[in-house]
């Protein structure tokens, strides 16, 4: 049975990833420019919406239940790195201090930045839970927790979520500062 999340995510496309784009999911991404992973030095943006391409603040990034679908773009080129559904990022916001050490050095204060695609099967994760700190996938239920390091819990999947590393830049806007903690996508 298909089951439609309740809470709202922000900007966004809300949907489940299965028929869409799975193919090669496991594969590299091809090196155009925007379907390579995201860069250090990569601004994020709003994904949907509006405000698509343009930069994140940390005050753009909601508390409680809502999570913000983001993307990253090239300051340089203005390539957005929309080529594939596994650039997709989540930003929560997050109590610093419930953090655990590894966590924290690759946080924005309390906005921590995941991969958007479930490590199970690819479906999209699209539910924040702020009571537990997870984000909870609808195809199968399982949970990742952000405050350690995206570590799976409660369901099928048995890797981690793949943290991004963030920074606010000189601008007041989100700004990678690292590579994905592992590999994105499933398998
Ligand atoms: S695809 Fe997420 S739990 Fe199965």
């Not at 709202?8 to 991404?29: I, K, Y």
């Not at 679908?69 to 201090?97: A, E, F, H």
């Not at 890797?159 to 830049?169: G, S, Y």
């Amino acid at each position: 049975m298909h089951v439609v999340p309740r809470r709202r995510v922000l900007g966004a496309s809300v949907g489940v990833g299965l028929g869409f784009g799975l193919a090669g999911m496991g594969a590299e991404a091809a090196k155009s420019p925007a379907r390579e992973r995201p860069q250090p030095g990569d601004l994020v943006v709003f994904r949907f919406g509006d405000n698509a391409g343009q930069p994140v603040t940390p005050d753009d990034v909601p508390g409680g239940e809502e999570l913000l679908q983001v993307i990253t773009k090239d300051p340089s080129s203005g390539v957005v790195r929309d080529g594939t559904r596994l650039n997709g990022i989540n930003l929560v916001r997050v109590d610093p201090s419930s953090l655990d050490p590894e966590t924290r050095d690759n946080a924005a204060g309390e906005v921590v930045a995941f991969s958007s695609v479930c490590t199970h099967q690819g479906c999209d994760l699209t539910q924040w839970l702020p009571d537990t700190n997870t984000f909870k996938c609808y195809c199968h239920y399982s949970q990742f927790n952000a405050v350690k390091n995206g570590e799976p819990e409660h369901g099928p999947a048995t890797r981690r979520l793949a943290m991004l590393p963030i920074k606010v830049n000189a601008n007041g806007h989100l700004e990678v500062a690292g590579r994905f903690s592992g590999k994105v996508g499933f398998k």
